[in-house]
């Protein structure tokens, strides 16, 4: 039996990660994230046994049963979407129909494997594997399939990625719209984790058509399932932290609608005036967690009020409006002291140094080091 030894390995690690990763889910308070994570791992898991059953040359004992995985893994795009979803989203309620719109991926997929799966005996699939022994016919069978798998695979998974990559954008505009510190209810590490995501299945589903139409990466191999077992325990990780977080202090629903003026200039003119004064008079900029909330509770003017006239009136959000006031401290404190810059940032109200030099770097276009003078 010839196995793989490299990718044997590395998947049977990965397999490791992810039922260790579904034991703490287990341990976990029973909640609509853990259990779309749960039902995710589950997913990965079985997209591993899958690799394993090539590499480790088990299919040779089990043939008959080749390419029982193809329809799993097109739930795993969909699957990350409502993880995201629920980790972001939490009161969110999906229709029956979005579900039912996820099972066309694997329904076609199985469609498309019905002549391979009835047609062809155990023995004929294990003579396919051998240039020597397989039958041209059942091959091009076997060839028509697969790269349809692939394909469909590639085209339905990354539009799931798509559509995550919007709802992590979304809920990162409405964040602005609150907080004056997002970085931990933001989930900027998913936007990595779905580039990285993404470019593993791609090369994947790539390397699996290609290697049934006789071109074969050899490097892939190996690299591949490095590269996949890296971007596991990284996922893993970091949504096994995420659900540590717990729920988040407000739901953002998504039906939030872009705003609309409703008030008069004048009342947006003078809703600034005590806008101004609370970051000037008062330094509410300098509260680490300064929120909306706070804000209306300070100047006595709804949230939604603030809202709009931070908008409509003043071209801006609140994320930006705050951080503006830090950023601008923070210049005089750079130009007229000896302070050292992460000091400076948490002085100024920001919650990290590295949250500070991309705020810094955004408004002013250099780093704060950059800004100070010399000398």
């Given at each position: 039996?010839?196995?793989?030894?490299?990718?044997?390995?590395?998947?049977?690690?990965?397999?490791?990660?992810?039922?260790?990763?579904?034991?703490?889910?287990?341990?976990?308070?029973?909640?609509?994230?853990?259990?779309?994570?749960?039902?995710?791992?589950?997913?990965?898991?079985?997209?591993?046994?899958?690799?394993?059953?090539?590499?480790?040359?088990?299919?040779?004992?089990?043939?008959?049963?080749?390419?029982?995985?193809?329809?799993?893994?097109?739930?795993?795009?969909?699957?990350?979407?409502?993880?995201?979803?629920?980790?972001?989203?939490?009161?969110?309620?999906?229709?029956?129909?979005?579900?039912?719109?996820?099972?066309?991926?694997?329904?076609?997929?199985?469609?498309?494997?019905?002549?391979?799966?009835?047609?062809?005996?155990?023995?004929?699939?294990?003579?396919?594997?051998?240039p020597i022994t397989r039958d041209p016919d059942l091959w091009q069978i076997a060839?028509?399939?697969?790269?349809?798998?692939?394909?469909?695979?590639?085209?339905?998974?990354?539009?799931?990625?798509?559509?995550?990559?919007?709802?992590?954008?979304?809920?990162?505009?409405?964040?602005?719209?609150?907080?004056?510190?997002?970085?931990?209810?933001?989930?900027?590490?998913?936007?990595?984790?779905?580039?990285?995501?993404?470019?593993?299945?791609?090369?994947?589903?790539?390397?699996?058509?290609?290697?049934?139409?006789?071109?074969?990466?050899?490097?892939?191999?190996?690299?591949?399932?490095?590269?996949?077992?890296?971007?596991?325990?990284?996922?893993?990780?970091?949504?096994?932290?995420?659900?540590?977080?717990?729920?988040?202090?407000?739901?953002?629903?998504?039906?939030?609608?872009?705003?609309?003026?409703?008030?008069?200039?004048?009342?947006?003119?003078?809703?600034?005036?005590?806008?101004?004064?609370?970051?000037?008079?008062?330094?509410?900029?300098?509260?680490?967690?300064?929120?909306?909330?706070?804000?209306?509770?300070?100047?006595?003017?709804?949230?939604?009020?603030?809202?709009?006239?931070?908008?409509?009136?003043?071209?801006?959000?609140?994320?930006?409006?705050?951080?503006?006031?830090?950023?601008?401290?923070?210049?005089?404190?750079?130009?007229?002291?000896?302070?050292?810059?992460?000091?400076?940032?948490?002085?100024?109200?920001?919650?990290?140094?590295?949250?500070?030099?991309?705020?810094?770097?955004?408004?002013?276009?250099?780093?704060?080091?950059?800004?100070?003078?010399?000398?």
């Amino acid at each position: 039996m010839s196995i793989a030894l490299v990718p044997t390995v590395l998947y049977s690690g990965m397999m490791g990660v992810v039922v260790s990763g579904l034991v703490r889910t287990f341990s976990t308070p029973k909640h609509k994230q853990t259990a779309y994570l749960s039902g995710l791992l589950i997913l990965l898991l079985i997209h591993i046994i899958g690799e394993l059953y090539i590499y480790s040359g088990v299919y040779q004992y089990a043939p008959a049963i080749a390419g029982f995985q193809l329809p799993v893994r097109m739930l795993m795009g969909p699957a990350l979407y409502f993880y995201a979803c629920m980790a972001m989203y939490p009161a969110t309620k999906h229709s029956v129909k979005s579900y039912l719109t996820v099972l066309l991926g694997p329904i076609a997929v199985i469609l498309s494997m019905i002549p391979f799966m009835f047609s062809i005996t155990p023995e004929q699939k294990l003579a396919l594997a051998d240039p020597i022994t397989r039958d041209p016919d059942l091959w091009q069978i076997a060839i028509s399939m697969c790269l349809f798998t692939a394909v469909a695979f590639i085209v339905f998974t990354f539009a799931y990625l798509i559509a995550t990559f919007r709802l992590h954008a979304k809920h990162r505009n409405q964040l602005m719209e609150k907080y004056s510190a997002i970085e931990q209810r933001a989930m900027d590490w998913l936007r990595v984790i779905l580039i990285l995501w993404g470019l593993v299945w791609f090369f994947y589903a790539a390397n699996y058509a290609a290697t049934f139409i006789g071109v074969k990466f050899f490097a892939l191999d190996t690299l591949l399932p490095l590269f996949e077992f890296l971007v596991l325990v990284s996922f893993t990780h970091l949504a096994l932290k995420q659900l540590e977080l717990g729920a988040s202090e407000e739901v953002i629903r998504l039906t939030v609608q872009e705003r609309e003026a409703v008030l008069p200039d004048e009342k947006m003119q003078e809703i600034a005036v005590k806008l101004t004064d609370a970051m000037t008079g008062k330094q509410l900029y300098k509260e680490e967690d300064l929120s909306l909330n706070r804000l209306s509770a300070v100047i006595s003017v709804s949230e939604n009020y603030i809202s709009e006239t931070l908008s409509q009136f003043m071209k801006t959000n609140f994320f930006q409006f705050v951080n503006r006031y830090r950023v601008e401290e923070a210049k005089d404190l750079l130009a007229n002291t000896d302070m050292l810059v992460s000091s400076i940032a948490y002085e100024v109200g920001f919650k990290s140094k590295s949250t500070f030099n991309s705020a810094f770097k955004k408004i002013v276009g250099v780093t704060p080091t950059g800004f100070r003078k010399p000398g």
